[in-house]
């Protein structure tokens, strides 16, 4: 049981960054690695991108950990390609 | 400088320089291992191209990510559009397509794949963000 008084900082999983991008994109699939569950790397494969800048492509995955970003996930190296 | 003022001053280095990268230190002495290697990446390309710190002041990285809409550094522009962070750029130089958009011809000896950058430096001294964008 955790202790009200004392949160403990989620730490995302891998899979849990993985199903947050694959929610929020529809029709998106990610493969998501992590070595220490603060630095993910992502290939995002989504027909969502289709004649999108790569920019206006990484844009929407980043905004799925608006505010996460350099918190609780230090980095997300992402790349990005349309099914 | 207001937010204001700073946000001003960031949109006319945009507008001012074809090539502009905001970084994590200078490209002389990187801050950070993805601002490193994409200088690295300019340099191999040998275009020319200005720099601004974001460290001195965390106002320019709160209003340059404002801007750009875009959440991290190191952010490269072109003639004014943002064409990406480390990631975008380094798939950018190693199909080619970095050097067309800047409009450069890589040279003979630039590696095909992305150079991986200098050794980190420690964090410069502050340095105002007029002095960068000269």
């Keep these: 049981m955790s202790d009200a008084r004392y949160p403990v900082l989620q730490m995302p999983s891998a899979h849990e960054v993985k199903t947050r991008i694959e929610a929020a994109i529809p029709g998106a699939q990610a493969e998501v690695d992590t070595a220490d569950e603060v630095h993910f790397s992502a290939l995002v494969r989504a027909g969502a991108f289709e004649g999108l800048s790569r920019v206006q492509q990484h844009r929407l995955v980043y905004d799925v950990f608006e505010g996460e970003l350099g918190g609780a996930i230090h980095a997300l190296a992402l790349k990005t390609e349309v099914s | ?134």
């Excluded at chain 2, 990631?87 to 991986?116: C, K, R």
């Excluded at chain 2, 430096?121 to 000269?134: K, V």
């Design chain 2, 1 to 134: 400088m207001s937010d204001n003022e700073i946000r001003t001053a960031i949109a006319e280095a945009i507008s001012d320089n074809d090539v502009i990268l905001f970084m994590k230190g200078s490209p002389a002495s990187p801050a950070c291992g993805f601002s490193a290697r994409t200088v690295a990446m300019l340099e191999a390309l040998e275009t020319p191209f200005a720099a601004v710190d974001v460290l001195p002041d965390p106002r320019i990285r709160q209003e340059l990510s404002a801007l750009s809409k875009w959440p991290t550094i190191p952010q490269l522009f072109h003639k004014g559009e943002l064409i990406g962070g480390c990631d975008i750029i380094t798939e950018m130089y190693e199909s080619g397509e970095l050097a067309t958009t800047l409009g450069v011809d890589a040279p003979d000896d630039a590696p095909a794949d992305a150079p991986a950058g200098g050794e980190l430096q420690p964090q410069s001294a502050p340095m105002g963000i007029e002095n960068r964008l000269a």
